[in-house]
């Protein structure tokens, strides 16, 4: 068995807590392992270029970010699973910090775009459940089921000025699941960390003024420093 490990490299630098774990992750018995680094413009790119690879010369992929971290056992415990759509358990980058599993509410319309509505729901209390839609931060695709999904798979959608997104790439890819019957399977076990953190220049002071505020309202931690 094959599978791709698609990381997402957004920036022209990582965190030095992504580069530390690579090597350490465990490769389950049975499963070659490729790692792929994609460095598209968009993350709608990013994610086409990975699974369009999948399907047609792996059995599994893998989603990461370089801006998150990974148990030991991350792929283990992931190709663990024969469902076709599995993620760990993720957290947002920013405020409010919501739980990454969502449901599908529906479908709205704007001068003629419609999209579709996901609503950030919390876990239950037992270790799998599923949902509608996640995050691509801990996501794992059997590219088998690509074939009853339209193209593109992943894709943004904008209000007819290209000004407003609507829908980012990986809800639309939610859409695509919800609407050919699939849901995705969450396992609470797994658990994957964001990085939160922000380099200073002149250019984003507001933003780390921002920051701090929510670390001093309770909303997070001061990751490089002492308060």
Same mark, same amino acid.
């Given at each position: 068995? /094959?599978?791709?490990? $698609?990381?997402?490299?957004?920036?022209?630098?990582?965190?030095?807590?992504?580069?530390?774990?690579? =090597?350490?992750?465990?490769?389950?018995? =049975?499963? #070659?392992?490729?790692?792929?680094?994609?460095? #598209?413009?968009?993350?709608?790119?990013?994610?086409?270029?990975? *699974?369009?690879?999948?399907?047609?010369? &792996?059995?599994?992929?893998?989603?990461?970010?370089?801006?998150?971290?990974?148990?030991?056992?991350?792929?283990?415990?992931?190709?663990?699973?024969?469902? %076709?759509?599995?993620?760990?358990?993720?957290?947002?980058?920013?405020?409010?910090?919501?739980? $990454?599993? @969502?449901?599908?509410?529906?479908?709205? /319309?704007?001068?003629?775009?419609? @999209?579709?509505?996901?609503?950030?729901? #919390?876990?239950?209390?037992?270790?799998?459940?599923?949902?509608?839609?996640?995050?691509?931060? &801990?996501?794992?695709?059997? %590219?088998?089921?690509?074939?009853?999904? %339209?193209?593109?798979?992943? /894709?943004?959608?904008?209000?007819?000025?290209?000004?407003?997104?609507?829908? %980012?790439?990986?809800?639309?890819?939610?859409?695509?699941?919800?609407?050919?019957?699939?849901?995705?399977?969450?396992?609470?076990?797994? *658990?994957?960390?964001?990085?939160?953190?922000?380099?200073?220049?002149?250019?984003? $002071?507001?933003?780390?003024?921002?920051?701090?505020?929510?670390?001093?309202?309770?909303?997070? @931690?001061?990751?490089? =420093?002492?308060?």
């Amino acid at each position: 068995m /094959k599978a791709l490990v $698609a990381v997402s490299k957004s920036r022209e630098w990582v965190e030095s807590e992504w580069e530390d774990q690579i =090597g350490t992750w465990k490769i389950p018995q =049975g499963w #070659q392992i490729a790692f792929g680094k994609l460095k #598209q413009f968009t993350a709608a790119e990013r994610h086409n270029t990975a *699974i369009l690879e999948a399907k047609y010369n &792996a059995d599994r992929v893998l989603f990461m970010d370089t801006d998150q971290v990974y148990p030991h056992e991350y792929l283990e415990m992931m190709l663990a699973h024969d469902e %076709p759509i599995v993620s760990g358990l993720n957290v947002s980058r920013y405020a409010p910090f919501e739980i $990454a599993t @969502y449901a599908f509410e529906g479908e709205e /319309k704007s001068n003629g775009i419609v @999209y579709p509505k996901f609503t950030a729901i #919390q876990p239950p209390t037992k270790k799998l459940f599923e949902c509608d839609c996640v995050g691509t931060g &801990a996501l794992m695709v059997d %590219p088998k089921i690509l074939d009853k999904l %339209p193209t593109p798979y992943f /894709k943004d959608i904008y209000d007819s000025e290209g000004c407003k997104r609507f829908c %980012p790439d990986d809800f639309y890819f939610g859409w695509l699941l919800h609407k050919a019957g699939f849901k995705v399977l969450v396992d609470q076990s797994i *658990i994957v960390k964001h990085i939160a953190k922000i380099l200073v220049s002149p250019y984003n $002071a507001r933003d780390l003024r921002k920051a701090w505020e929510k670390v001093n309202s309770g909303f997070g @931690y001061w990751k490089d =420093g002492k308060r």
